[in-house]
């Protein structure tokens, strides 16, 4: 079985006054999922007027094959055709949500939801860019004489280098589950581990106060 995740983005233009039968008709796809084998998570996002017209649903897998045997179950085809009287426009992709090199600030590259919730990568990149900022620019500081500017542009470009070059690959290994789990967690874990990373992140706020006074 695969180690990646996929995830089915499906758009649809819905007639404004069948809106609400859609809704129902969500909530019973969402219950077919949770009986199926290797679903992981269902989300819908609405139409939002003056923006976008049409609804976007995102289902996801923990592999390939299970998102292969819905895509060709009898279920999804009964769900498809209970709509089509009032949808138009229906567009499929799927893509891979594996859970390394997603760390990026939101800044994704990769299309689709392979991505950690935007909370996460901010604390996280907190975590990483904070301390290595702050080195640097002490670092920097004794080596070089040179206007505030240009310091500040130096040090940007060393922490910015460290930080997406070596921490967050790291990162990304060392908390992938945390980040982009193939299953949804623990309540505690998930509160956990992000109470461990602000923790983190005040020690070294304690640390710096402490040797650097200026």
Same mark, same amino acid.
């Given at each position: 079985? +695969?180690?990646?995740?996929?995830?089915?983005?499906?758009?649809?233009?819905?007639?404004?006054?069948?809106? &609400?039968? %859609?809704?129902?008709?969500?909530?019973?796809?969402?219950?077919?999922? +949770?009986?199926?084998?290797?679903?992981?998570?269902?989300?819908?996002?609405?139409?939002?007027? *003056?923006?976008?017209? !049409?609804?976007?649903?995102?289902?996801?897998?923990?592999?390939?094959? $299970?998102?292969?045997?819905? $895509?060709?179950?009898?279920?999804?085809?009964?769900?498809?055709?209970?709509?089509?009287? %009032?949808?138009?426009?229906?567009?499929?992709?799927?893509?891979?949500? *594996?859970?390394?090199?997603?760390?990026? !600030?939101?800044?994704?590259?990769?299309?689709?939801?392979?991505?950690? /919730?935007?909370?996460?990568?901010?604390?996280?990149? @907190?975590?990483?860019? %904070? &301390?290595?900022?702050?080195?640097?620019?002490?670092?920097?500081?004794?080596?070089?004489?040179?206007? !505030?500017?240009?310091?500040?542009?130096?040090?940007?470009?060393?922490?910015?280098?460290?930080?997406?070059?070596?921490?967050?690959?790291?990162?990304?290994?060392?908390?992938?589950?945390?980040?982009?789990?193939?299953?949804?967690?623990?309540?505690?874990? /998930?509160?956990?581990?992000?109470?461990?990373?602000?923790?983190?992140?005040?020690?070294?706020?304690? @640390?710096?106060?402490?040797? !650097?006074?200026?």
């Amino acid at each position: 079985m +695969s180690t990646d995740g996929v995830a089915f983005v499906s758009t649809r233009w819905v007639q404004p006054d069948h809106e &609400p039968q %859609y809704l129902q008709w969500s909530e019973k796809v969402g219950a077919q999922l +949770s009986r199926t084998p290797g679903f992981v998570a269902h989300e819908q996002l609405p139409a939002v007027q *003056g923006q976008q017209d !049409f609804w976007t649903q995102i289902v996801k897998f923990d592999s390939k094959e $299970a998102s292969e045997d819905w $895509a060709r179950s009898s279920q999804l085809a009964e769900l498809l055709a209970e709509i089509e009287p %009032y949808t138009r426009d229906s567009e499929l992709s799927s893509v891979r949500i *594996g859970q390394q090199d997603w760390l990026n !600030f939101g800044l994704s590259t990769k299309p689709g939801p392979g991505a950690p /919730t935007k909370w996460k990568q901010l604390i996280t990149g @907190i975590m990483a860019l %904070y &301390p290595t900022v702050i080195i640097a620019h002490e670092i920097l500081g004794q080596l070089v004489t040179v206007p !505030f500017a240009l310091s500040t542009l130096l040090t940007n470009a060393i922490a910015m280098s460290l930080v997406m070059l070596i921490w967050l690959p790291q990162l990304s290994k060392l908390l992938g589950g945390w980040l982009l789990p193939i299953k949804p967690l623990p309540p505690a874990t /998930t509160i956990g581990v992000a109470a461990a990373i602000l923790g983190i992140i005040g020690g070294c706020l304690l @640390i710096f106060l402490q040797l !650097f006074t200026s």
